[in-house]
């Protein structure tokens, strides 16, 4: 059964950090490029980042430069995602996703390339 389950979201202050975790069961992530995408109620689904299978190549939109950064351990096919000085506007639920092969900065406004999803992990950015 192939699975995906985010884990790590919570509570945190404006200003903290958050390690999101993406684990795959079911199948192995090492073809797969994976995405993050969140949604905040009432709006869109949002495209975080992406970082690709072979390489490891990363893709972020320019608004989330330098705050997020996604990394990944194939031996233990899992997908990290590094949130620092988180805003009250990164409040969301965060899910993952997969994409065979490559990322591109067009998969970030397109999730529907994506094929599975996590159930997501909230987000709460508040003081």
């Not at 320019?62 to 996604?70: A, E, N, V, Y």
């Not at 899992?78 to 899910?95: H, I």
Request: proline fraction near 5%; glycine fraction near 12%.
């Amino acid at each position: 059964q192939v699975q995906l389950v985010e884990s790590g979201g919570g509570l945190v202050q404006p200003g903290g950090s958050l390690r999101l975790s993406c684990v795959a069961s079911g199948f192995t992530l090492d073809y797969y490029a994976i995405g993050w995408f969140r949604q905040a109620p009432g709006k869109e689904r949002e495209g975080v980042s992406c970082i690709s299978s072979s390489d490891s190549s990363t893709v972020y939109p320019d608004s989330m430069k330098g705050r997020f950064t996604i990394s990944r351990d194939n031996a233990k096919n899992t997908v990290y995602l590094q949130m620092n000085s988180l805003k009250p506007e990164d409040t969301a639920v965060y899910f993952c996703a997969t994409i065979p092969g490559w990322c591109m900065r067009y998969y970030l406004s397109h999730p529907e390339q994506f094929g599975s999803w996590g159930q997501g992990t909230q987000v709460t950015v508040s003081s």
